[in-house]
């Protein structure tokens, strides 16, 4: 088994932009009923993920005082959160940060994004090949 039979390919899946507004932010995270989401670069690389808690901690720290629902994605959200890794991955590196994180971002060798695998298609798969 490859990662490539469990990528689910960036057409079929949610991301931001390191430019959007938190305002987009929040609302596609609320959309979409996630907990964090890719973000990438205007170019399409991959910039890194976004959770609730960047949000949170970043209402936390500016209310009351120079919060705007303006403030790009860019500086609020946490560079090594939920790192990418290229498609030739092993199983079992997948295995291991599938256990810290929901997904995992998926590049290509020049870092575009080209999707991500889901913690649920990995025990899925291995399930099935239990089975």
Known sequence: MNALMLLKNKDSVSYLYETDSIQTGLEELHRH????????????????????????RHLVKHSGKGFSSNTQIREIMRANFNPA???????????????????????????????????QDIIKAIVHAKN
Do not use: C, H, W
Not at 41 to 56: K, Q, R
């Open 33 to 56: 009923g996630y907990t964090a989401i890719p973000v990438l670069t205007l170019e399409g690389t991959y910039a890194g993920s976004i959770s609730e808690g960047d949000f949170l």
């Open 85 to 119: 890794v290229r498609i030739d991955v092993e199983m079992e590196e997948l295995l291991e940060l599938s256990m810290k994180q929901n997904f995992i971002p998926v590049v290509d060798d020049r870092d575009f994004f080209i999707g991500i695998i889901t913690r």
